[in-house]
């Protein structure tokens, strides 16, 4: 059974920077991808990165490449977005997610859910 729990989200002003952490467990047994995304109000979610377990291959929304860097560290049973630069339309919430199938993460629909944490930016 795969638990994800996200951390690490706050108030920060534009320009600033956050570190979300996805702590994880039961990935090696039942995922191989994992994946941030994030959502507003309204609005349908909209993947942010993805990354496999290995930590061999990633990829960005193309929007946000260069501002976000997405790690994992499999001793820690932790995934990490690092978010630099931010700016007000990055204000959602943002949730890890998991599953077996990378192609899962990238369509937007994997199997394993976290239960998300808020960023807000101001300007």
């Known amino acids: 059974q795969v638990h994800l729990v996200e951390s690490g989200g706050g108030s920060v002003q534009a320009g600033g920077s956050l570190k979300l952490t996805c702590a994880t467990s039961?990935?090696?047994?039942?995922?191989?991808?994992l994946g941030w995304f994030r959502q507003t109000p309204g609005n349908s979610i909209e993947g942010v990165a993805g990354?496999?377990?290995?930590?061999?291959?990633?990829y960005y929304a193309p929007s946000l490449k260069g501002r976000f860097t997405i790690t994992q560290d499999n001793a820690k049973n932790a995934m990490y977005l690092q978010m630099n630069r931010l700016k007000p339309e990055d204000t959602a919430m943002y949730y890890c997610?998991?599953?077996?199938?990378?192609?899962?993460?990238?369509?937007?629909?994997?199997?394993?859910w976290g239960q998300g944490t808020q960023v807000t930016v101001s300007s």
């Open positions: 990354i496999t377990t290995t930590g061999g291959f990633t």
């Open positions: 039961g990935i090696i047994e039942s995922a191989s991808c």
């Open positions: 997610a998991a599953d077996r199938d990378c192609g899962e993460i990238i369509n937007g629909t994997p199997r394993y």
